[in-house]
């Protein structure tokens, strides 16, 4: 399965109005973050979104991936049904 045509449900909007919306964008903004060493498990979970490869790892890898936003207090946001960008 191609990492951008899993969903993130809800899409996940970041400050400054990046959304969030697959696993694609997930993984770009990990290799985007900078690590901060014995702070971060930024790696762990990058390589959780990279390698999972059923329903059900995928589900997990997002879920770990959201409790890392949370020490970044991003808040995930619901996009209205049919809508293919974020809120604005």
Do not use: C, Y
Not at 31 to 56: C, I, M, Q, Y
Not at 65 to 83: I, N
């Amino acid at each position: 399965m191609n990492k951008d045509d899993f969903e993130l449900n809800p899409a996940i909007r970041l400050e400054g109005g990046r959304v969030l919306r697959t696993i694609g964008d997930a993984l770009t903004l990990l290799r985007e973050h900078e690590t901060r060493p014995g702070v971060d498990d930024r790696d762990e979970v990058l390589h959780a979104l990279e390698r999972a490869d059923s329903d059900e790892a995928r589900a997990a890898a997002v879920k770990r991936f959201r409790q890392w936003l949370e020490t970044w207090s991003v808040v995930p946001v619901a996009l209205a049904p049919g809508s293919s960008h974020g809120p604005r």
